[in-house]
């Protein structure tokens, strides 16, 4: 994870960079990402993330439980999915695509 905050004249925003394992504990991931969201109050955020959880609402056809956690936690945080459903896909590899990237902002 890697967190970069850029200060301009009249905001700040901070660029928040962070990836999951398919293999590890997304929570552990949401749990940093949320450290550093919690310490910003009131600050412009922007999160690219691969975080390898599958919802409809960032292209994929089903919804898996880390799916379902990373959406707790855009909720949760009252971020914004700039993913679009109908996007091609960030992942493809044989007979396998997906988005397991996402780009989230705060409001």
Not at 31 to 45: A, G, V, Y
Not at 56 to 68: C, H, P, Q, V
Request: with cysteine; aromatic share 8%.
């Amino acid at each position: 994870m890697v967190a970069l905050k850029i200060l301009a004249s009249s905001f700040h925003i901070t660029i928040i960079s962070a990836y999951s394992s398919p293999t590890q504990n997304v929570y552990t991931t949401l749990q940093e990402i949320q450290e550093i969201i919690s310490s910003l109050p009131e600050e412009k955020i922007i999160i690219g993330a691969d975080l390898n959880g599958h919802n409809t609402l960032w292209g994929y056809r089903s919804n898996d439980n880390r799916g379902k956690d990373i959406l707790d936690f855009i909720l949760v945080n009252n971020l914004n999915i700039i993913n679009k459903p109908d996007a091609l896909p960030t992942f493809q590899r044989n007979n396998s695509v997906g988005w397991t990237d996402l780009t989230l902002c705060s409001q």
